[in-house]
Nanobody
Framework: QVQLVESGGGFVQAGGSLRLSCGAS????????MGWFRQAPGQEREFVAR???????YYADSVRDRFTISRDNAKNTVYLQMNNLKSEDTAVYYCAATLCTAPCTRTYPGEYPYWGQGTQVTVSS
């Protein structure tokens, strides 16, 4: 069973950038599809980005062209580079892992059994 730990959150002004990291342990990282989700106060957890075992990526419309998900299997780490941040990006960001048959198209939180504890991202306008 994989364990996930996020880092890299913080406070940034609108238009700025942050890079989130998620380290994995306890499993064979390269076999998992990885996702980033976020949850703002009073809102449901929502999909942000996904990267397949193959490296194929998919993004929510709200972050496409601003965020980039990547993975380094040698370091058991998945990243989320966030550029041109907006106030509406403020949320707790979670990474998640799932084992799924290729091609993996999972975007719902319930499809990911393994989660990190989350890291806060706050964007001031």
């Amino acid at each position: 069973q994989v364990q996930l730990v996020e880092s890299g959150g913080g406070f940034v002004q609108a238009g700025g950038s942050l890079r989130l990291s998620c380290g994995a342990s306890g499993g064979t990282f390269s076999t998992y599809a990885m996702g980033w989700f976020r949850q703002a106060p009073g809102q449901e957890r929502e999909f942000v980005a996904r990267i397949r075992r193959s490296g194929g990526t998919y993004y929510a419309d709200s972050v496409r062209d601003r965020f980039t998900i990547s993975r380094d299997n040698a370091k058991n780490t998945v990243y989320l580079q966030m550029n041109n941040l907006k106030s509406e990006d403020t949320a707790v960001y979670y990474c998640a892992a799932t084992l799924c048959t290729a091609p993996c198209t999972r975007t719902y939180p319930g499809e990911y059994p393994y989660w990190g504890q989350g890291t806060q991202v706050t964007v001031s306008s």
